[in-house]
């Protein structure tokens, strides 16, 4: 089994950057134009995203075993298929129904087009040799909001938000759809199997597969906190918008720095060390911010963190549990997390409510321990190994 050619991760690469800087990454440039156009509020507008990311998680598994048994060509098709209706609809959204519904549709391409399936399509087509596969991948990824936010923006004010989502969607249909049915693998998963259901219940109890749950849905929460809410968290600690935002743009380079490192490295470590520096960097770097150490540090640990870990969920599973069912399983490690991100948006606002932006840091801090308590564990052997099942 020979692991994936330059040209197919080159596809998936081009399709990860415009899939996300068209899904997750659209509302940032486009919501002041939408609010100013339609009279709905930020709150509202969020809450589209959120039910995006709600209806990908909760579709996940289904999706994972999809690409288990078919591969990822059927499946990834299908996501940009659905990104492109989910555009279509939100440039036509003249109500909030229908609004809701593109979020709902593009949801549904979201779990069929983002990482985790692309991770589940390197890892059906390559089994373990995937890890060098998904860490290159992850390098491109790391530039879809660069590309796409000034795009976007540009787009916005050349041409309206409307049509902006019409363009997209045409990319889609025109770029990322015939790379995704020209280069992805025609074959299904590395091991075919009728009773694909019961490894993965036999796995959700390992307590392996929960530590990973566990620092996945942390940190799920503390990325998307942390990307609504970092100016007004910033600012209230003492800094300007304007010095809020500029340090927010070291994220992007550190994540993409910490994956080449990573990739340099050539798959000489086991995974559990990608993700014992995922989750140390990112509790270093709200801990440098709670203590007060510069700001640019402390968000380049935590970019570098939130960097490695992309690759960490991925590489891990397929190390601590091998190739069979890693499509399926990746479908269910994804739910929870994807729920997460949905819920984090008002769990955000919520908690900065109550106790104010200028502790929200310190909880941040806290919430950060619990991933490296749960890398600790799989690290130290407390649990013991025991052969995926099959």
Not at 42 to 54: E, I, M, N, P, Y
Request: glycine share 14%; with cysteine; hydrophobic share 55%.
């Amino acid at each position: 089994m020979s692991a994936p050619g330059n040209r197919v991760i080159s596809a998936l690469g081009v399709v990860q950057i415009f899939a996300w800087g068209s899904t997750f990454y659209l509302m940032a440039p486009l919501a002041g134009a939408i609010s100013a156009d339609t009279g709905w509020g930020q709150g509202f507008l969020s809450a589209g995203v959120s039910l995006g990311l709600l209806i990908s998680g909760l579709s996940a598994p289904a999706i994972g075993r999809w690409i288990g048994r078919t591969g990822g060509r059927q499946t990834m098709s299908a996501g940009m298929l659905l990104i492109a209706t989910g555009l279509l609809l939100l440039g036509l959204a003249a109500t909030k129904g229908v609004y809701l519904f593109a979020w709902a549709v593009l949801g549904l391409g979201m779990a069929a087009g983002l990482y985790d399936a692309a991770f589940s399509t390197l890892g059906s087509a390559a089994g373990r040799d995937a890890r060098a596969a998904i860490t290159r991948l992850t390098l491109w990824g790391g530039f879809a909001s660069t590309v796409c936010w000034p795009l976007s923006a540009w787009l916005v004010t050349s041409i309206g938000w409307q049509a902006t989502c019409f363009s997209y969607a045409a990319l889609h249909l025109l770029v990322t759809l015939p790379l995704c049915r020209i280069y992805l693998p025609k074959t299904p998963g590395v091991v075919p199997r009728s009773t694909a259901d019961a490894p993965a219940r036999i796995r959700t109890l390992d307590p392996r597969f929960i530590c990973i749950v566990v620092a996945g849905v942390t940190l799920s929460m503390i990325a998307t906190i942390w990307s609504i809410h970092m100016v007004t968290i910033l600012t209230a600690t003492g800094y300007s918008i304007a010095t809020a935002i500029a340090l927010g743009t070291l994220i992007g380079p550190a994540q993409v720095a910490a994956r080449v490192l990573e990739m340099l490295g050539r798959g000489r470590h086991h995974p559990i060390w990608t993700m014992g520096a995922a989750t140390s960097f990112v509790l270093f770097g709200f801990l440098g911010l709670q203590l007060g150490l510069p700001a640019s540090a402390g968000l380049i640990a935590y970019g570098a963190g939130n960097g490695l870990w992309s690759i960490a969920r991925g590489a891990l599973p397929l190390a601590l549990f091998g190739a069979d069912g890693y499509a399926e399983l990746m479908g269910r490690l994804a739910r929870p997390m994807l729920i997460a991100g949905a819920a984090a948006p008002m769990v955000g606002a919520a908690l900065i409510g109550w106790i104010g932006p200028d502790r929200m840091m310190a909880v941040l801090a806290i919430m950060a321990v619990i991933p490296v308590g749960a890398a600790l564990i799989l690290f130290s052997g407390q649990i013991r190994k025991r052969p995926a099942a099959v």
